[in-house]
């Protein structure tokens, strides 16, 4: 069966990195996208982008160009989102998702949390 | 990008009531393939969203069928009969006929 492993929840201070991970399991991993979605506690859905373990690609939602830098390693079937430069507007949930079917597969999402 | 508008923003239903949900998009949601790409979500307190209905009408994978969509264009509705425990949460519509996707901004079931 299809599943999506994220890493733990990170706390990170202003100005620095983290990289978030989504391990995919259950299918070919280089043929479908992975998508990034946002969710700050208690409000609704934001779709980051997408990145295509199958060639590398990648796209990002004008308000996270800059932010956030997805990438791919096919040998562990596993994708990642490097966050940077952050801010306390970056701590939220983030999730991953297969493209595909209706959001039909999801990670069960990684709490970031930005504070000195 | 298309904005999806979703009402109510929030419902409180004894159990064993029905309840519908409403979400209008922006553009009509029909691709150039014919097919609508409109679909359900439902997250519950502490989880992932879970996909509920897909391309409108078509029940996900072990979604009880008191869960139906309809509607066509820029219009649809997410009903379900006889609540149960069990469905609290919000829901959300998105789409993906254009890109970027979008959600709606959610309707949370409260049960009373």
């Known amino acids: 069966q299809v599943q999506l492993q994220q890493s733990g929840a990170e706390l990170a201070k202003p100005g620095t990195s983290v990289k978030l991970s989504c391990k995919a399991s259950?299918?070919?991993?280089?043929?479908?996208?992975i998508y990034w979605v946002k969710q700050r506690p208690g409000q609704g859905l934001e779709w980051i982008g997408y990145i295509y373990p199958g060639n590398g690609g990648t796209y990002y939602s004008e308000k996270f160009k800059g932010k956030a830098t997805f990438t791919a390693d096919t040998s562990s079937s596993t994708a990642y989102m490097l966050l940077g430069s952050l801010t306390p507007e970056d701590s939220a949930y983030y999730f991953c998702?297969?493209?595909?079917?209706?959001?039909?597969?999801w990670g069960q999402g990684t709490l970031v949390t930005v504070s000195s | 990008d298309v904005v999806m508008t979703q009402t109510p923003p929030s419902l409180s239903v004894a159990i064993g009531q029905s309840v519908s949900i409403s979400c209008k998009s922006s553009?009509?949601?029909?691709?150039?393939?014919?097919?609508?790409?409109l679909h359900w979500l439902l997250q519950s307190p502490g989880r992932s969203p879970k996909r509920l209905i897909y391309?409108?009408?078509n029940l996900g994978s072990g979604v009880p069928d008191r869960f139906s969509g309809t509607g066509s264009q820029k219009d649809f509705t997410l009903k379900i009969s006889r609540v149960e425990a069990e469905d609290l949460g919000v829901y959300y519509c998105?789409?993906?006929?254009?890109?970027?996707?979008?959600f709606g901004s959610g309707t949370k079931l409260e049960i009373k």
């Open positions: 998702a297969r493209r595909g079917n209706g959001f039909a597969y």
């Open positions: 259950g299918y070919t991993f280089t043929s479908y996208y």
């Open positions: 391309q409108v009408s």
């Open positions: 553009q009509s949601l029909v691709y150039s393939d014919g097919k609508t790409y």
């Open positions: 998105a789409q993906t006929t254009h890109f970027p996707p979008t």
